[in-house]
């Protein structure tokens, strides 16, 4: 698309991955192993859709699916952070325990 100026409306883009992901976790959420391996094949696949020549794109299922591939990537990275800050307050829990 080079040489095309297009205008997004951010806001809308940012409502609709927040709704898109309190959808998401609504169900029952995969363990990070199994997200990741799903983002994984959901960009592959996406990339192909995309890299198809010779074919017309359909911009809505290739936005949809981007979407897709962004809520996934939020819920992984909100998984990892909980996950992170458990074990940083175990560590703190346990340094802790050692002091007294």
Known sequence: MKGINMTVDISALFEGLRLGLLKFLTKEQPLPKD???QLKHKA???NLRIASSGKPLDLQALA???ED???LALY???MLRGYQNVQHQETR??????KH
């Open 35 to 37: 997200a990741a391996k």
């Open 44 to 46: 592959d696949r996406l």
């Open 64 to 66: 949809d699916d981007a």
């Open 69 to 71: 591939l962004a809520i």
């Open 76 to 78: 992984l990275a909100l």
């Open 93 to 98: 829990a346990a340094e802790t325990a050692t």
